[in-house]
Structures are given as C-alpha cells and as structure tokens.
C-alpha cells in the first residue's frame, strides 16, 4: 500500500500585528522580540472568524491542489488547541463548512506537535482500512484567543492560520507520503507550558477568568532547553530508522516555528544548510498545531519541494510532545 500527498494548503488570516503594534500594548521593543525570537509580525484572524473556517479554508485549497471533491474525503483530523467548542469538535464543523457527505471527523489534541500526530494518526488510519481513500490532516489555531495580551513573555511569540495536507492511498506500491517516524511524549514536563483553565482541573469560573487561567502560561527557558534537543534526537532517530543522511538526502527540513534561535540551533546541529531549512516565523509567529502544515504547503508552493522529494518535519510542544516524520512528497 502507497500513500502519497495529494494535496497541500493553507490559509494566514489577513490582518497583520506587527511588532510596532506590540510596542503600544505591553513594554517591549521591535528589537528584542527581533533578536530574541525571530518575529516581526503575525497574523490575526477577524473576530467572526474561527479555528473551522481557516481549517476548511486549508482543506479547500488542498482539495483544489489535488483535484479532488469534498464529498470523495474518508476522514479529517484537525490538530488544535484552540477548538471551535470543547465538543463538537472543530473537524465536525470543516465537515459542515465543506459538505463531506462521508466524512469520518475528529480533533486532535498535542499542541504544537498536532499536525505531526494527525499525519501519524492519519496514516495509521488509512494504512488499517482501505475504505479511507483520503483524509484530510488538518493543523488549525486561532491562538490570539489564548493569549494574554497584557503578558509580554507570551503575547509577541504567537499567530492564527491554518495548514493542510491531503492524503490520498493510491496502493501502488510507490515509496511516498509518510516513511519513517519518531513521536514521543513525557508528561513529566506538562507543567512548563500550558493553558491551566477551562478543563476538569480548573473548570471555567469568575476567579479562573481573573487569574487569567484562560490563556497560554510558559516557562520559556525551559521549554526552549528541551526543545532543541528533542527534535534533534528525533531527526536524528528517523535518519537511522530510514538509512538516509540528513544533510545529502533531505531536500527540506520544516521545523515548528517557535523561535528562530531554536530552528537555528536544530539546523547547526544535523549540519544542514539554512537552505534546506523552511523558516516563516517572522512573518506569522508561532500557531502551534498549523506550524509544519502551512511550512509544508509554502515548500510546494513555493518549489522548494518537488514530486518526488524527501522532507523532513520536526516538531515539539505542549505534554511534551515531540517527533520528526520523513515524508516523501
Ligand atoms: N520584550 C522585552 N523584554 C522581554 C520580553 C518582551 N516581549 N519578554 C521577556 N522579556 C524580558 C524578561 O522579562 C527578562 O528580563 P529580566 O532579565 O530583566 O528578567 C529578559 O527579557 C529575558 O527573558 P527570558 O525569558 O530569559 O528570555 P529568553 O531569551 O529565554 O526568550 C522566549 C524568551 C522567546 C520565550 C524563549 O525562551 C523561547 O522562545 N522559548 C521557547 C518557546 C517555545 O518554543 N514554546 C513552545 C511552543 S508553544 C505551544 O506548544 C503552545
């Protein structure tokens, strides 16, 4: 069985917040966030515009790519940690949004490292029943909803978009879509970076809303520490599992874009060229679970990635969660 990617898309709402804007709302300066994280501006999505609509504005334009109807997908998994609802599910309303007549749907929770667990999930999916001929993996987020906007340790990191990518079985014995992988989790470390309100723990209340539990808490040091590491054992561990050598066969790398120190420090380290390495950060920040998927979609868009091609995507967030995935495209 082959399983190759049929189509990729994605959507970046269209108002931007520059780092300028940032200046007039908490103490911070273009320079330090510049220096310190790589990021000059993100994209905000419009208030009447949720997770649903840039997820089904994604999976539109992959569809397109692919030339393929809505109403052909098996599946759509939407990887988010900012859902339409707690339930129903994000993916449940891209099914209305795009009239799936047979759509299978579901969200994915693994914070920044979503979109590589739906291509896990997805695959895996598709690989134990035949009758998924195409899913759609899905990274969505509207974080600018979770931020606080008063915290200037948090608030100038994130971003709202949308990535997708279509998978298609095409069983013909072909070597492409997802090839080898490492995915990982410790929850030892779920403490350095979560969002502690709303959930069985602190469920929604006056005192949670003025504690500003609703919003994204991170101990950045840490995190940043952990980070490189782990997608560099990562890489390195699919690099093993596949027989390739990083730095001769990957055509290119998309990272998670969290900081562009972090994507640098993860390049140096598996010696490969800051060409071969996918960056946007400074345009859109970070947003988490659509990170690798509108990287993805901009390296074949933009050329970058032909048919053919192997890609290497690595990615690490909130649990901790963390993996690398050799994709041929
Ligand atoms: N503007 C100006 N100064 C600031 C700002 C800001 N926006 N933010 C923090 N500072 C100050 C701090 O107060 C501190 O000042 P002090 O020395 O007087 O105490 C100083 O800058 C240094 O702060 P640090 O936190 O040590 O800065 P650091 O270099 O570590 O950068 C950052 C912080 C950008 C958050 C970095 O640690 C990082 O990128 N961490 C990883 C983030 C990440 O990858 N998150 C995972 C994904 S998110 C998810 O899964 C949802």
Known sequence: MSIKIAGTGSYIPERVLT???LEKMVDTNNEWIVTRTG???RHIAAENEVTSDMAAAACRKAL????VDASEVGAVIVATCTPDYTFPSTAANVHRKLQMSKAFCFDLSAACCGFLSALETGTSLMVANKKYRYVLVVGAEKLSTIVNWEDRSTCVL???GAGAILLENVDDGSDSGLIASDMNTD??????LKLPGGGSVN??????VDAKLHAIHMQGQETFKLAVNAMVSA???VEADAGITISEDIKVVVPHQANIRIIQAVAKRLGITEDQVICNINRYGNTSAASVAIGFDEAVRTGKLQRGDLALLASFGSGLVWGAQLVRY
């Open 19 to 21: 780092n300028a804007d």
């Open 235 to 237: 890489c390195r561990k």
């Open 187 to 192: 929850g030892n470390w779920s403490d350095i």
């Open 158 to 160: 994130f971003g709202d």
């Open 203 to 208: 469920p929604a209340s006056h005192e949670t």
């Open 64 to 67: 397109e790519a692919a030339g």
């Open 39 to 41: 990021i000059s501006e």
